[in-house]
């Protein structure tokens, strides 16, 4: 009788898999190679991998992309290009996002932490890479960092592109002031969050079939930076059930902040690796002195500062830029400049992956 209202689920996975083919074939206008990495236990991780065009894999150090909350692996499609010419770049969904299986996240900011990194492990050792430069964005960087922290044999540089979770949050006291500092959307959320669970994305499936006009609308920046296709796609990723956003969410304070901040324990990453950070002028984050901090507490650790006149999202805003900050810190890396002056060698000494 009532066959011809719309659905109120406005995604499948069916739909999802045809939004990220239309992104592929649409932005992406190089090699690549696609893969869906199983864990071992039916868990299975999207990753993108992407070679040097007409010439054998370099002896150069791979570079890992990890994306930020809500986004996905092909958020970097304006930067693989570039960044691939003389290594292998590779890119991956984190687990419960995008096309990446759904896990279930124990309600716990350092247990869901924990799985975070324990999930990226595995996915390291299903593709048999030793070591490589880690770059992430957002709460990539955060999980980055966390990822340097357990396993530093791995991870050879991390880049930090406008880092989401480094600074402390405010106290409760401060909390209402703070919160004026944050993008409408988010303040409106953690307000909503004080007084029953509240997801970040929950707009976008409560919207039901409105929610793809929702996001385009309310994403004008997005589909500007990143393309209407992309944007698409980016509503059947987070149009799911929902997984890695609420990892996220139990180790999230005012969705500003993190519950466990990188900046009181960033000396628990080994001296040997280096880190390079790329802010973004204008962005939401206040990420102002946090390479003040870091110094701070790593005097012996190499430390590169950069920032490029755009907002959060600095890598496709300013991708030409972006790309080559990158390209130029990952040559440091191949050269070993970016090596500590003291303190002791890493535990494990190895060479780079070649794919």
Known sequence: MFSWLPSWKATSVEKLELAERDVLSTVITYNYESRMIDLGDGTCIRTFIFKPSGQPAPQTC??????GFGATSLCYHKNFGELCADRTVISFDLPGFGRSSRFDFTPDAEAAEGEFVELIERWRAAMEMDQFILLGHSFGAFLACCY???HPSHVR???LVDPWGFAQGPTPEN???ALMELPDGIRMAAKINKVFTFYPLTPIRAAGPLGLSLLHRTRQDL???????FVTYLYHCNAQTPSGEVGYYHMQYLYGWAKCPILPRINQLHDSIGLTLIKGSYSWLDNEHIGDHIQLKRPASYLALHTIHAGHHLYAQKNSTFNILVSSMCAIVDEGGDLA??????????TPAAF
């Not at 791979?62 to 994306?67: S, Y």
């Not at 589909?223 to 209407?228: C, K």
């Not at 002056?341 to 190895?350: A, I, K, L, V, Y």
């Open 148 to 150: 340097g922290m357990k």
């Open 157 to 159: 540089h991390i880049v």
């Open 223 to 229: 589909v500007h930076y990143l393309g209407e296709s």
């Open 175 to 177: 909390a209402e002031a």
């Open 341 to 350: 002056t003291s303190g002791t060698d890493r535990s494990e000494q190895s």
């Open 62 to 67: 791979p570079l890992v992309m990890m994306h």
